[in-house]
């Protein structure tokens, strides 16, 4: 009988209970204890051996034995250091010659990691999920593919099509960085605790970028104004950027866009366009949010 490199159900709760684990909706904790479909996660994100990856709350290890199983360098960034502590022994014990690094760490803080990942495959903690995502994608450009796991309404957002009813923020800044997709759902009952929402894979590929970081920073605070209040015309949710109506609207015929179109309706290289016939360092410095 081949020897187990993975967690089931039972090593999951063992786990758990050993650690005085309670899973918490505060820190968006699920883990996955299925192992086809952590093995399915990990074909779908296209990693090989030797592969860079960095996984984004790793929890009590169930992807990150995935990756390394498939002979990935794993970095794991893990907030709840009990959780940290235990990540290298478990893996010690069911795949002992795997290459793992742990960074304990709020995930929202880290700029810096001990190597360049080629790749972010991680089960993202569905309350910061968007933020998080957007986070990593900023502050590391050797990222250039993924494949995430987030709550199926976000993940449906940031795959979404200018135009629809679900596009929106999130879709906008995703696209800043490349092309997102949908990859195929994920069964509630592959979790414990089970989750009270549905899950879906969300892959992407990084493009070049498409402008600077301060055409970057002026697209994102557009775009937080454009969907604040998303039935409003763009002259009318601009206006608070510009200052009056009338010079929103001479901003957005400048950059040969309708005033009088939504914000849904627009590409992220429109809003590029409306950053690059406005005044750039007033509008970067304008609050930039994740919500939508």
């Not at 990942?117 to 309350?127: D, F, K, Q, S």
């Not at 929106?168 to 994920?186: L, Q």
């Not at 990084?206 to 454009?226: M, S």
């Amino acid at each position: 009988m081949a020897r187990a490199t993975l967690l089931g159900p039972a090593e999951i709760r063992d786990l758990a209970e050993m650690l005085g684990i309670q899973p918490t909706k505060k820190l968006g904790q699920n883990f996955v204890h299925d192992a086809n479909t952590v093995r399915r996660i990990v074909t779908a994100s296209g990693v090989s051996a030797g592969t860079s990856v960095v996984e984004i709350g790793p929890g009590l290890g169930s992807l990150t034995l995935g990756l390394l199983e498939a002979g990935c360098s794993v970095v794991a960034v893990e907030i709840d250091k009990r959780l940290a502590e235990q990540l290298p022994q478990t893996v010690a014990l069911l795949q002992p010659a795997a290459e793992l690094t742990v960074v304990v760490d709020d995930a929202m803080r880290v700029t810096s990691l001990p190597v360049e990942p080629t790749h972010l495959v991680a089960n993202l903690p569905y309350n910061i999920s968007v933020p998080v995502l957007l986070h990593f994608l900023e502050h590391f450009d050797s990222l250039q593919h993924g494949l995430v796991m987030v709550q199926s309404e976000v993940g449906l957002r940031l795959a979404a099509e200018p135009g629809s009813k679900i596009y929106g923020s999130p879709s906008i800044k995703a696209a800043w960085y490349g092309e997102f997709r949908a990859a195929g759902p994920v069964s509630r009952q592959v979790f414990w605790p089970v989750p009270n929402v549905d899950s879906i894979l969300v892959a992407f590929d990084r493009r070049a970028p498409r402008g600077t970081e301060t055409e970057r920073l002026a697209v994102f605070a557009l775009v937080d104004a454009a969907f604040q209040q998303r039935r409003k015309m763009m002259r009318q949710s601009l206006s608070s950027l510009y200052g009056s109506s009338a010079a929103a609207t001479e901003a957005l015929e400048r950059a040969g866009i309708a005033p009088t179109v939504r914000g849904e309706q627009l590409t992220v290289d429109d809003f590029l366009a409306i950053a690059r016939a406005s005044d750039l360092d007033a509008l970067s410095g304008s609050r930039v949010s994740d919500a939508d």
